[in-house]
Structures are given as C-alpha cells and as structure tokens.
C-alpha cells in the first residue's frame, strides 16, 4: 500500500498566505464584480495577503526549527539507512529569499494600487499574489518537479501583469515576455530531464549524492553536464543574463512601472533561487565546470549591461538595462565555486547581494514612478527631468540619490560598496583572477552613469528644461519611499546583514 506523504502546513504559510490572498480577492470580485467602491477591499486583501506572508517567514525564522514537508522515505545504501528525501525545505536560504520577494513584493503592490482602474484591480491582484506564492515555493523547492512548477508559478503571472498597460507598448511588451517564457521554460524542462536521465533521481540531495561517486561513467558525466547548461540558459532568461536578455529593456518600458519593478526585485529573486537550488543543491560535485560557465555568463552580463546603459537618456530604459548589468553581480560569486567546498561562500555572497540589489532598485524604482505619474511624458521621461529634483523635492531626491549611490558602491551607500566586496572576494579567495579584474573594471563603468543621473539631481536647471514637475506623494508611496530608504540606510549602518546573510550550511 502506497504510503501519502503528510504536508507540513506550517512550513507552507508562507507559500499558502498569498494564495488565500488571491482566494479571496476573486471571491470578492464575485460577490460585488462591479463595484467600483470594493476597490480598496481589493487592494486591503492583496495586502493582507503579503502581510501574513511576511508575518509567517519571521515566524519560522525566530522558531529555527528545521522543518520539511511532502517527504519520501530513505532506503538501506550501501553506507547505511538513506535519509527521506522532502520536496520543500525551509532553511535560511529558503526564508531569506522569501523575505526579499514578500518585502519587494508588498512595495510593488503599494505603488500599483493608485494605478490601476477598479475593474484591472482583480487581475492584477491574482497575478501579483500567485507570483509571490510561486518565488516563495521555489524557494524552498528540493527536487526538480517542484523547482520547474514553482519558477514558472512565479514566471507566468508576470505576462498577465506586463499587458495590464492596455496598449499597443503593453501589449507588445506582454508578447515579448510570453515568448521568452516560453523558450525558458522549453530549455529549462530539457536539461532537467537530461538531469534525471543521467541519475534517475528526482530529489536534489539524492542527485547530488548520485553524482558524486567516484566511478560515474563519462557518459553520465556528459548528459548530467548538457542538462546543467540547458538548465542554466533556461533560467537565465529569468535573469535577464547575456545573451537571454533581449527582452528587458521592451518590456520594462512597455509594463507599468511598478510592475517593472516587481520584474526588477521579485523575478530576479525567483531567477537566483532557481540557480541555487539546482546547481549549489542539486549540482555541486559538478562546481567545477558549471562554476565557470557561470562565471563567464556573469562577467559577458555585467559588462554588456553597463555598456548599453552608459548610452540610455530614458530612466526607465536605463534602469532596465542597470538590471541586466546587476543580475551579472548577483551571478558573479557563484563564478568563484571550484568545488563542492566552496559553493555555499559562493551562495551566501550572492544571495547577500541580492539583498543590497533589491532595497536599492525598489528605492530607486519608486522616485520614478512617482516622477512618471505626474509628467507630461509619462513613463518615457529623461534623466533631464531629474535636473534640481533636490530642490524641488528633497525628500525624493535624497532617497534617489542614496539608492544610486547603494547601487553604484560608492559612500554613503556602503551598503552597495559592501555588497561588491562580497561579490568579489570568493573570486579572489578561489583565484579566478580575470573574472575579478573584469569585476572591477565594471564597478568604474556602473559608477559613470549612476554618478551621471546623481549630479542632475543637484543641478541648476537649464534654459530648455521646461517647467518643473513637482508631485504629491500619496500615502502609500510615501510609505514605499520611506521604506526602501529605511532599508538602505539600515544595511548601510549595518552592513554585515549583507556580509553574512546566510550563516551555516546550505540545506
């Protein structure tokens, strides 16, 4: 008789608080679908939603209890009793990422809800709440069924969100990221299937105990190393990484700007966990072919990134193509794992970079959605309309001005300085010196046009600027706003949260 795993419900809070989020915003449509005055109950769900999400990650991790759910049971090896093996773990990577999607998440959602019309507020909701559960599953996925339905749980709903816009841009961009889905998750499947071909195992620890033995055929070591490479460039699509980024700068200009934020913070952090998981969890004994096919990956992603964003005069624009160039940052210490010893260092430096990366965009993203919304040009804007933004609005140009900073690594966003000396130093420590120079190379180039949009936010306006646009902050921007800079300015006086974000063992 087949034996039913049990569900841990409490280690799924976190993944089940957004989907009963959703539940009940489209059990709300239903009841009242046209009622324009239920606007605000939509929008008091979606956020609740992301609360308790939230309120259940802090949960776990003040409990430190090592929980697993949907687990099957081990068997006698030749070493002895075999562990059971869990589809879903939770563990410091796990919380850690699910902190930084809800986190980015619920400020995406605060600077949407004065967008939408009252009759988009359903679908958007659904979309931006199925997309989190999907960031928080994958998180915590440990066997290659999970990990391939929770990434595109989270990928998917991005496509409804771009097209939200409602115009030809919109719709163009809501295309544009549908394809590319779509051939992500074609090569993803493949290389997981090659994957499984090669160790006949579906469960992370025990594809990584198949592959470690010392008498794996070449042959095996062939079809499991094809497999990483597909998987890799599927997900790389998710991360916007050279050369599977084509799509970004399209469909940030083309999304309403807070969901290009959410593509920014919560898709990047979806796009990293599927990394983790399947190389540092699934695929280090093989740390020593995929450590530099990663690396390469990262430093062609960070330089033709901040190439292309050196010539880009539209924020939005601009800011998309700086996401491409940071996505290489992100990936660029799991570039310095050699072995299987030194892939959790190479983990911890970029899931702590991530953590810098995201509280500085979702300061930054959220000055320009405030800008857009009160110009004539709308969400094509220039980086000539920050010019004397300090004098105008000084609250919001301190809070840009210190996300470039964080962003550029340059004082006093010694959050951002920090965080690439993390990036950087597994690099030095494991000698993948020309990766590291071409590092630091980058840090000159990202510190040139982040410099560039700083300075005019103190310079004197020029003859042909025009009229000044001056806004009022409702008080859900004025809360993102004061929260993304709270956050930067705490992780600049305390940096060593980004320095040693994740402690231990990865699990």
Not at 165 to 183: E, N, S
Not at 480 to 489: F, N, P
Request: aromatic share 4%; glycine share 10%; with cysteine.
């Amino acid at each position: 008789m087949t034996r039913v795993p049990s569900v841990d419900w409490v280690a799924l809070a976190p993944v089940v608080a957004p989907l009963l989020g959703v539940v009940l915003v489209l059990v709300v449509d239903a009841v009242a679908p046209r009622a324009a005055r239920l606007a605000r109950v939509h929008d008091a769900l979606a956020v609740a939603g992301l609360v308790a999400a939230g309120a259940a990650v802090t949960w776990l991790a003040v409990d430190g209890a090592a929980r697993s759910t949907v687990c099957v049971p081990g068997g006698d090896g030749e070493a002895g009793l075999v562990l059971p093996s869990c589809s879903y773990v939770v563990s410091d990577l796990t919380l850690t990422l699910q902190a930084i999607a809800v986190v980015g998440a619920l400020g995406c959602l605060l600077l949407a809800v004065d967008g939408p019309a009252a009759a988009d507020r359903t679908p958007h909701h659904v979309l931006l709440l199925s997309a989190v559960a999907g960031v928080a599953a994958l998180a915590g996925a440990r066997d290659l069924a999970t990990l391939v339905i929770a990434l595109e749980t989270a990928s998917l709903p991005a496509v409804g969100l771009v097209a939200l816009r409602r115009d030809a841009q919109g719709a163009q961009a809501g295309i544009t990221l549908l394809l590319t889905a779509v051939a992500s998750l074609g090569l993803l499947l493949l290389g997981v299937a090659l994957i499984h071909a090669a160790t006949g195992e579906l469960h992370l620890d025990r594809i990584a105990t198949a592959l470690s033995g010392p008498d794996l055929s070449g042959a095996v070591l062939a079809v499991a190393g094809l497999g990483t490479v597909l998987g890799v460039a599927g997900i790389g699509f998710k991360l916007s990484a050279v050369p599977f980024h084509l799509w970004t700068p399209d469909t940030y200009a083309g999304a309403p700007l807070p969901i290009a934020a959410f593509l920014a913070v919560v898709s990047k952090t979806a796009g990293l966990a599927a990394v983790v998981v399947l190389l540092a969890l699934g695929l280090p004994a093989l740390a020593g072919s995929w450590g530099l096919v990663v690396a390469v990956l990262a430093a062609v992603t960070v330089t033709v990134g901040n190439l292309v964003a050196l010539r880009q005069r539209v924020a939005v624009r601009l800011l998309a193509w700086s996401t491409v160039a940071q996505a290489g940052w992100v990936l660029l210490p799991l570039g310095a794992a050699v072995d299987a010893a030194s892939v959790p260092t190479a983990v911890a430096a970029s899931v702590g970079y991530l953590v810098a990366y995201a509280a500085a965009t979702l300061a930054v993203f959220t000055v320009v959605v405030l800008l857009a919304r009160h110009h004539p040009a709308g969400e094509e804007h220039t980086l000539a309309d920050y010019r004397g933004l300090a004098r105008r609005e000084p609250v919001a140009a301190a809070v840009l001005g210190f996300g470039l900073a964080c962003l550029a690594g340059l004082p006093p966003g010694v959050m951002g300085l920090v965080a690439k000396l993390v990036a950087v130093r597994p690099l030095v420590d494991n000698g993948v010196w020309v990766i590291a120079v071409i590092a630091a190379v980058n840090v000159v180039l990202g510190v040139l046009y982040y410099l560039r949009w700083g300075a005019l936010l103190v310079a004197a306006p020029g003859a042909g600027d025009g009229a000044p646009v001056t806004w009022r902050v409702r008080p859900a921007e004025g809360l993102v706003l004061g929260g993304a800079a709270a956050l930067c300015v705490a992780f600049s006086v305390l940096p060593q949260v980004v320095a040693g974000v994740l402690p231990g063992v990865l699990r």
